[in-house]
């Protein structure tokens, strides 16, 4: 194995680099860069780092002094793109390079300058953090100049997932910009997929705060696009699980009135009673009473009166806007209708084996109509309809795991909640009773007989 030559040219560089800063500072650019360019050629081949990168340092220094930054531009090019050059001295460029952004004199010096260091960065590992801060600079410059989409695709060329040299924060923070661009630029199926890079238990960290409750917006924005309001509901849920959230008044009341909002909002699943029988503990929902009110309706088993306590403020509650169309806050309105009727329809059917239609529609605050539809939506949703069983009758039924059963017979007006049983089922639910009964007969006729018994023992000893 050869070792590598190391030289020092401590003294030539000494002495020439003073002499090309004075013939930049005398206008005479050019030449000062031709006369380092020797040495610097020699300092490179003789594995000279540290006297390569004074070089290097001094040589773009000249240039931003001099405010030349095409000259700027083509020297940090060329010195990048020479054999054999370090890696430090590249990397000790570029940091310095970076710092000069913001000193270009307009935006189109800037723009040319993060794009030759861009370039510079392209597929060099050591230079993998520099690329992912300039690819933001870049980003926000295209951004600030109305190219959003522009600036999305910019961001999205780098997968800075994979980088290792950056901070988790730092990748967190680059991904939520790559989001937060998709969605301007309504891109949303990437939207989603660019979510799925953050893990959420990172999101969990003390020092993660602020970052989680940026993602859990953005994440807002999205799904109100797709107008998920379980989804909503985890959302905000989590922002108000934020210790730094708890500790201020306005914001976890509203992160609290916006997860009861769209988790009452939310169709009737497991995971959205589960969530509602939990939101329904928080000892904060005492501070906010229609809210309060809200959540004990849909977790008591009593017919829901409408309109609701406090009603109007709740349909006019500002996240129902957020992020939203001009004719989403009316359809969450219209949603919100639609749940308590269902919830309503559920306490009956738990009441009630048979009802008639008019009595019905006369608890729920509807006309038999607007009923029958709900009555049918509700034990159709998810599940094929089945043949009608006569011209006079519907039959409505849903599939295993289905909420409601349902029979409607029309022309007598009548609601019948208990599901009609085949023949296979009555027998086997019937062989079940009397296989229990013989049980129980079989085991009273043991406790007869050790009675008995113990009772002729007893009389013997007399």
């Given at each position: 194995?050869?070792?590598?030559?190391?030289?020092?040219?401590?003294?030539?560089?000494?002495?020439?680099?003073?002499?090309?800063?004075?013939?930049?500072?005398?206008?005479?650019?050019?030449?000062?860069?031709?006369?380092?360019?020797?040495?610097?050629?020699?300092?490179?081949?003789?594995?000279?780092?540290?006297?390569?990168?004074?070089?290097?340092?001094?040589?773009?220094?000249?240039?931003?002094?001099c405010?030349?930054?095409?000259?700027?531009?083509?020297?940090?090019?060329?010195?990048?793109?020479?054999?054999?050059?370090?890696t430090?001295?590249?990397?000790?460029?570029?940091?310095e390079?970076?710092?000069?952004?913001?000193?270009?004199?307009?935006?189109?010096?800037k723009?040319?300058?993060?794009?030759?260091?861009r370039?510079?960065?392209?597929?060099?590992?050591?230079?993998?953090a520099?690329?992912?801060?300039?690819?933001r600079?870049?980003?926000?410059?295209?951004?600030?100049?109305?190219?959003?989409?522009?600036?999305?695709?910019?961001?999205?060329?780098?997968?800075?997932?994979?980088?290792?040299?950056?901070?988790?924060?730092?990748?967190?923070?680059?991904?939520?910009?790559?989001?937060?661009?998709?969605?301007?630029?309504?891109?949303?199926?990437?939207?989603?997929?660019?979510?799925?890079?953050?893990?959420?238990?990172?999101?969990?960290?003390?020092?993660?705060?602020?970052?989680?409750?940026?993602?859990?917006?953005?994440?807002?924005?999205?799904?109100?696009?797709?107008?998920?309001?379980?989804?909503?509901c985890?959302?905000?849920?989590?922002?108000?699980?934020?210790?730094?959230?708890?500790?201020?008044?306005?914001?976890?009341?509203?992160?609290?009135?916006?997860?009861?909002?769209?988790?009452?909002?939310?169709?009737?699943?497991?995971?959205?009673?589960?969530?509602?029988?939990?939101?329904?503990?928080?000892?904060?929902?005492?501070?906010?009473?229609?809210?309060?009110?809200?959540?004990?309706?849909?977790?008591?088993?009593?017919?829901?009166?409408?309109?609701?306590?406090?009603?109007?403020?709740?349909?006019?509650?500002?996240?129902l806007?957020?992020?939203?169309?001009?004719?989403l806050?009316?359809?969450?309105?219209?949603?919100?209708?639609t749940?308590?009727?269902?919830?309503?329809?559920?306490?009956?059917?738990?009441?009630?084996?048979?009802?008639?239609?008019?009595?019905?529609?006369?608890?729920?605050?509807?006309?038999?109509?607007?009923?029958?539809?709900?009555?049918?939506?509700?034990?159709?949703?998810?599940?094929?309809?089945?043949?009608?069983?006569?011209?006079?009758?519907?039959?409505?039924?849903?599939?295993e795991?289905s909420?409601?059963?349902?029979?409607?017979?029309?022309?007598?007006?009548?609601?019948?909640f208990?599901?009609?049983?085949?023949?296979?089922?009555?027998?086997?639910?019937?062989?079940?009773?009397?296989?229990?009964?013989?049980?129980?007969?079989?085991?009273?006729?043991?406790?007869?007989?050790?009675?008995?018994?113990?009772?002729?023992?007893?009389?013997?000893?007399?």
């Amino acid at each position: 194995m050869s070792l590598e030559i190391k030289k020092d040219f401590t003294k030539e560089v000494s002495e020439k680099l003073p002499i090309a800063i004075k013939l930049s500072e005398g206008g005479q650019l050019t030449e000062a860069l031709d006369s380092l360019a020797g040495v610097e050629k020699k300092c490179r081949l003789g594995n000279d780092t540290k006297n390569l990168k004074e070089i290097i340092l001094t040589m773009v220094k000249m240039c931003r002094k001099c405010e030349d930054w095409e000259q700027l531009n083509a020297t940090l090019t060329l010195v990048s793109k020479r054999r054999s050059q370090s890696t430090k001295a590249v990397l000790g460029m570029v940091q310095e390079a970076m710092g000069w952004i913001e000193e270009t004199p307009t935006p189109e010096a800037k723009l040319a300058l993060l794009n030759t260091l861009r370039d510079i960065t392209d597929g060099k590992i050591f230079l993998e953090a520099e690329r992912a801060r300039l690819t933001r600079q870049l980003a926000a410059l295209h951004e600030a100049a109305g190219r959003v989409d522009q600036a999305a695709d910019v961001l999205q060329e780098v997968h800075v997932e994979t980088y290792g040299s950056l901070d988790k924060r730092e990748k967190a923070e680059f991904i939520l910009e790559q989001i937060r661009l998709t969605l301007a630029k309504k891109d949303y199926v990437r939207a989603l997929i660019q979510s799925r890079k953050i893990s959420r238990k990172v999101l969990e960290e003390e020092d993660m705060q602020d970052i989680k409750i940026n993602f859990y917006r953005l994440m807002i924005e999205y799904h109100t696009y797709e107008e998920d309001p379980l989804e909503l509901c985890r959302h905000y849920h989590s922002i108000l699980h934020t210790p730094k959230v708890a500790e201020d008044d306005a914001q976890w009341k509203e992160a609290l009135e916006a997860t009861v909002l769209f988790l009452v909002l939310s169709p009737q699943t497991n995971t959205q009673q589960d969530l509602l029988q939990k939101v329904a503990l928080d000892t904060r929902l005492e501070k906010l009473p229609n809210f309060k009110n809200l959540t004990t309706v849909f977790t008591t088993q009593q017919v829901i009166g409408y309109p609701l306590q406090g009603q109007q403020d709740l349909e006019a509650h500002p996240c129902l806007a957020r992020h939203a169309p001009p004719t989403l806050p009316q359809k969450w309105a219209q949603q919100l209708r639609t749940r308590t009727v269902q919830h309503s329809i559920r306490v009956v059917s738990k009441y009630y084996k048979r009802i008639r239609m008019q009595r019905l529609a006369e608890l729920l605050g509807l006309d038999v109509p607007q009923t029958e539809s709900h009555l049918s939506t509700m034990v159709s949703a998810g599940s094929e309809l089945v043949t009608p069983t006569g011209p006079s009758e519907k039959d409505v039924s849903a599939g295993e795991g289905s909420a409601l059963y349902a029979r409607i017979d029309r022309p007598a007006g009548i609601v019948s909640f208990s599901k009609h049983q085949p023949p296979e089922e009555i027998l086997s639910a019937w062989n079940a009773d009397i296989s229990e009964l013989l049980g129980l007969v079989e085991k009273t006729c043991h406790l007869i007989n050790k009675e008995n018994m113990l009772n002729k023992i007893n009389t013997n000893r007399k």
